[in-house]
């Protein structure tokens, strides 16, 4: 199983963009990086996914280098409420066709006004 | 919008009592999780359903049971809840296997309570 390592907090200000970098030097060729986030006495929210090419959605763009060993999520215009708990995760095939997702610590990102 | 309901979010047993949480996803999802936050520790997976009276364990099942009657809820048992048991449970739900499939969507979350 690939593991990853990810800051335990980082600042951010309110309106600059927020990078959020994640280590999965040991990720395999045909698994994904996924990327969500919790925010306080909340269960946790997908923010995006991807394989080996950059992808970006409405809520945030991600960065995979070419040999796949890290990425950095992307928040263009972080605000106060992308304050959270960031988790990088790759998925893990478990039995049966679930594709079990393993939550390490993840990255408490603080937006400061 | 998917919606994972949690029947409970705040819940306080005492040691010994027989306690069950419940779950309700309204996609017709294949999958469904269960897992519990614990400070420092994350997000660990207790069981998990891949399909109507199916269940795998996950990395922590000791003391845990689960049952999954209908697709749309799992209901996640102690079945003598101890004070170490005391936790943030959160259930979740995914459609199948493929990348944009496995994306799990959770409920708010129950904060149990044994005292």
């Known amino acids: 199983d690939a593991k990853t390592t990810q800051p335990t907090s980082m600042d951010c200000a309110e309106g600059r963009a927020a990078n959020l970098p994640c280590n999965h030097s040991?990720?395999?060729?045909?698994?994904?990086v996924y990327w969500y986030r919790q925010i306080h006495s909340q269960g946790p929210q997908y923010i995006i996914h991807?394989?080996?090419n950059n992808e970006t959605n409405e809520m945030a763009s991600l960065i995979i280098t070419e040999d796949r060993k890290s990425s950095t999520l992307i928040l263009p215009h972080a605000t106060l409420r992308d304050t959270a708990v960031y988790y990088c995760?790759?998925?893990?095939?478990?039995?049966?066709?679930?594709?079990?997702?393993?939550f390490g610590q993840g990255t408490t990102l603080q937006v400061k006004p | 919008d998917v919606k994972v309901t949690q029947s409970s979010r705040y819940l306080v047993k005492r040691t010994g009592e027989k306690v069950f949480l419940e779950c309700v996803q309204d996609m017709d999802h294949e999958n469904m999780f269960w897992y519990r936050q614990d400070p420092g520790l994350g997000l660990r997976l207790i069981y998990f359903?891949?399909?109507?009276?199916?269940?795998e364990k996950g990395d922590i099942p000791e003391g845990y049971s689960v049952s999954r009657e209908k697709k749309e809820r799992f209901s996640l048992i102690l079945e003598s809840a101890s004070t170490n048991q005391t936790s943030m449970y959160l259930c979740?739900?995914?459609?199948?296997?493929?990348?944009?499939?496995?994306?799990?969507?959770f409920g708010a979350g129950t904060r149990l309570s044994v005292l």
């Open positions: 991807g394989l080996k």
């Open positions: 979740a739900s995914s459609l199948g296997a493929a990348p944009r499939e496995n994306i799990q969507y």
């Open positions: 359903s891949y399909d109507v009276k199916m269940k």
């Open positions: 995760i790759v998925r893990v095939h478990g039995s049966g066709n679930t594709g079990k997702l393993i």
């Open positions: 040991t990720i395999s060729g045909n698994e994904y």
